[in-house]
C-alpha cells in the first residue's frame, strides 16, 4: 500500500506543478514557452526529464493556442486548470487513505 500511497503524491506534486505552469500560460503564450525554453535549455535529455513537470501544460497549451483565438484559449486553460486542480486534490485524497492504511497495518 505504501507504493500506491507514493504514487499518488507524486502525482498530485506533478498536478500541482502543471497547475501552476498553465497559470503561467495564462499570463501569456510568451511566458510559458519562455520559461518552458530556460528550464529545457534545448537539451533533449531535459525534456525527458521536465516532462511529468511540464509536459502535460505543454502540450495542451500549444494544441489550444494554435487552434484558437486569445480569448478562447484562456477560457479553455482556465477550464483545464480547473480540471488539473480537481485531479489534484483527488490524487491527495487517495494519497492520505492509502498513507493511513499503510500506516495502520491494513486494516
Known amino acids: 500500500m505504501g507504493f500506491i500511497a507514493v504514487l499518488f503524491g507524486t502525482l498530485g506534486f506533478f498536478l500541482i506543478v502543471n497547475l501552476f505552469f498553465s497559470f ?11 520559461f518552458y525554453s530556460w ?39 482556465l477550464v483545464y486548470a480547473l480540471l488539473v486542480f480537481i485531479l489534484a486534490i483527488i490524487c491527495f485524497i487517495l494519497f492520505g487513505y492509502f498513507a493511513d492504511l499503510d500506516y495502520r497495518g491494513g486494516e
Open 24 to 34: 503561467l500560460y495564462l499570463i501569456s503564450r510568451a511566458a510559458g514557452g519562455k
Open 39 to 77: 528550464i529545457v535549455y534545448d537539451f533533449e535529455f531535459l525534456m525527458i526529464l521536465a516532462l511529468p513537470f511540464f509536459g502535460l501544460t505543454e502540450y495542451v497549451a500549444n494544441e489550444f493556442y494554435e487552434r484558437f483565438n486569445g480569448f478562447v484559449t484562456r477560457m479553455l486553460l
